[in-house]
């Protein structure tokens, strides 16, 4: 079954690893991504979008650039633009792997701006843009956020400050949850998925994410 997660520049290592990074029997997940996320909020105090940077590992970021610069300086915004815009052109359908969630109010995405990719000193690229909510949420009640893919085929992690509030009201507050260890029947379906190559089921990814709340007066 194809993964949410294919990346343009994947697609021609089809054939030589499953779904163009790893071997068939390669452990699970087969991308790792560091977050920062951050809640942009309006004069009313409601979150009108939200704000990513995801920063890729060594393994995928290699692969992204290669070809790009010969001399081994890093590629530019403009050599890495078409690949941020497929990229994030082909998360729509999956909701761009951000949930937030608020009670009582429907979450509708826009389309996303501000789409920009970056290789910095350390080889590693990052990619960046921007997700509206059609209609504003209130934050009056605990929202939630999450970034996660249902599948766990890649890995999401807020790094030490990876969630922000923009232009939140006074009085808001932030708290990042760690994931609920895994029961041992859980962890052992990880265990066999790391030895096949086969995906743990499609509820991991969001027992493995971790969870932004946040709540304002």
Request: proline share 6%; glycine share 8%.
């Amino acid at each position: 079954m194809r993964n949410a997660w294919l990346f343009a520049c994947l697609l021609a290592l089809q054939g030589l690893a499953m779904f163009g990074l790893v071997a068939p029997a390669a452990a699970h997940p087969h991308v790792f991504v560091v977050v920062q996320s951050q809640l942009l909020f309006d004069g009313q105090g409601r979150v009108v979008a939200i704000r990513q940077a995801w920063t890729f590992d060594d393994m995928y970021s290699a692969f992204a650039t290669t070809g790009l610069n010969a001399d081994g300086k890093p590629a530019s915004a403009q050599q890495l633009q078409p690949l941020a815009d497929q990229n994030v052109g082909d998360l729509a359908e999956f909701n761009y792997f951000t949930a937030l969630r608020a009670p009582g109010q429907k979450i509708e995405y826009g389309k996303p701006t501000d789409i920009s990719m970056s290789e910095d000193q350390k080889k590693l690229v990052t990619l960046r843009f921007t997700v509206p909510l059609k209609q504003p949420a209130s934050a009056g009640k605990a929202i939630t956020l999450q970034v996660y893919d249902p599948t766990y085929f890649v890995s999401f992690d807020f790094d030490k400050d990876g969630v922000a509030l923009i232009g939140a009201p006074a009085g808001c507050s932030l708290n990042l949850v760690q994931p609920t260890p895994l029961a041992d029947t859980e962890a052992k379906r990880l265990n066999e998925a790391f030895f096949s190559g086969l995906s743990p089921g499609a509820d991991f990814g969001v027992k493995m994410a971790s969870r932004a709340i946040i709540a304002c007066p």
